[in-house]
T-cell receptor, first 116, second 114 residues
Framework: AQKVTQAQTEISVVEKEDVTLDCVYETRDTTYYLFWYKQPPSGELVFLIRRNSFDEQNEISGRYSWNFQKSTSSFNFTITASQVVDSAVYFC?????????????FGEGTQLTVNP | EPEVTQTPSHQVTQMGQEVILRCVPISNHLYFYWYRQILGQKVEFLVS????????KSEIFDDQFSVERPDGSNFTLKIRSTKLEDSAMYFC????????????FGPGTRLTVL
């Protein structure tokens, strides 16, 4: 079975602070895919980033960066210089490979509030 | 531009009534998914659909639910006899192209069962 844990229920920061959202996952698959989605107050789910299990290179895309550590089963997401518009619920999700089909398993989400 | 659109955006129904939620991909998608999000909770997988048949379903997807792609374009989720606990946001997702790649979500349908 797959499982995604986001231990941080809520985070509150002041604009321009950096913020890291934690995600820990469990899977039996050797090949899998990790995602971050953003859900703003309007309710839609917006795809942010995807990482394949066979590529542990960490990257930066604009103000977003991620740290994928296979050894600790973690896939943390950082927003640099946060802005008020970043306020949303952020979901980490896992898609398995050979044994788990193509469904996404979501974490509970982290509510991020960026205050001016 | 979104890959997937959904109709209606909001549906209010009486308990016991049937509802049909629709998902329309913009391009030629082959994989489709329905997810549900009860207010304030996480997103839960319901069913996946490929090549005109169900490929996977969760324990939530019981006999009151069904999916089909009747005209080769729209992908529908039918709930036969709605219950109060079916009130939720229902999201359709579909990766572009023919592989189960990144799932892009539609804007969702908010279902309210009274």
């Amino acid at each position: 079975a797959q499982k995604v844990t986001q231990a941080q229920t809520e985070i509150s920061v002041v604009e321009k602070e950096d913020v890291t959202l934690d995600c820990v996952y469990e899977t039996r698959d050797t090949t899998y895919y990790l995602f971050w989605y953003k859900q703003p107050p309007s309710g839609e789910l917006v795809f942010l980033i995807r990482r394949n299990s066979f590529d542990e290179q960490n990257e930066i895309s604009g103000r977003y960066s991620w740290n994928f550590q296979k050894s600790t089963s973690s896939f943390n997401f950082t927003i640099t210089a946060s802005q008020v518009v970043d306020s949303a619920v952020y979901f980490c999700a896992l898609r398995g490979g050979e044994t788990s089909g193509s469904r996404l398993t979501f974490g509970e989400g982290t509510q991020l509030t960026v205050n001016p | 531009e979104p890959e997937v659109t959904q109709t209606p955006s909001h549906q209010v129904t009486q308990m016991g009534q049937e509802v049909i939620l629709r998902c329309v991909p913009i391009s030629n998608h082959l994989y489709f998914y329905w997810y549900r999000q009860i207010l304030g909770q996480k997103v839960e997988f319901l069913v996946s659909f490929y090549n005109n048949e169900i490929s996977e379903k969760s324990e939530i997807f019981d006999d009151q639910f069904s999916v089909e792609r009747p005209d080769g374009s729209n992908f529908t989720l039918k709930i036969r006899s709605t219950k109060l606990e079916d009130s939720a946001m229902y999201f359709c997702a579909s990766p572009p192209g023919g592989t189960p790649d990144t799932q892009y979500f539609g804007p969702g349908t908010r279902l309210t069962v009274l």
